[in-house]
């Protein structure tokens, strides 16, 4: 039987998604609860209709790791070599981006540095907020996950 890390509240982005009827938006909500309120659901769904995504569909880590950029989080880094912390890897480094690759790490384990600020990590399937310790999402994710990547909000 898995632990799960219990999720705090669904966040403000919540509150955005159901005026474009989304469900597959998991990395827009994350962005939108760890800006501590600097951006709207609006305006981060915007930014990857720009970029060519449609509702529903995924938002790939070509396109999320220069808006994270732009919006002033700093890519801490990846945990293991998965696809995703391979792809987010690569296009930091296109960005001329720094950041560090770490030993593989679970999300239950991730979780106790990020006790203080707000963080986007990123899973092979699923990105999620965490501020000041707790998940910032639509439910609880079990804490043996596998996390890919870790970016912090910076104000």
């Known amino acids: 039987m898995s632990s799960y890390i219990k999720s705090l509240g669904k966040g403000k982005a919540w509150e955005g998604r159901e005026a474009f009827g989304e469900e597959n938006d998991c990395v827009i909500r994350a962005i939108v609860n760890a800006s501590e309120g600097t951006l709207t659901y609006e305006k981060v769904h915007a930014a990857f ?3 060519g995504r449609v509702n529903g569909g995924p938002s790939y880590s070509q396109w999320y790791v220069p808006l994270l950029r732009e919006w002033g989080f700093t890519f801490i880094g ?10 987010e890897r690569k296009w930091a480094d296109e960005l001329g981006m720094s950041y560090r690759v770490m030993k593989g790490m679970t999300f239950g384990n991730a979780i106790a540095f990020m006790q203080r600020g707000s963080y986007v990590v990123s899973f092979n399937d ?3 907020a965490v501020c000041n310790g707790f998940v910032i999402d639509g439910g609880a994710i079990k804490a043996g996950k596998h996390v890919s990547g870790v970016w912090k909000f910076r104000k």
């Open 126 to 128: 699923h990105l999620t």
């Open 49 to 51: 209709a720009d970029k």
């Open 78 to 87: 990846t945990h293991g070599n998965s696809n995703s912390a391979q792809f």
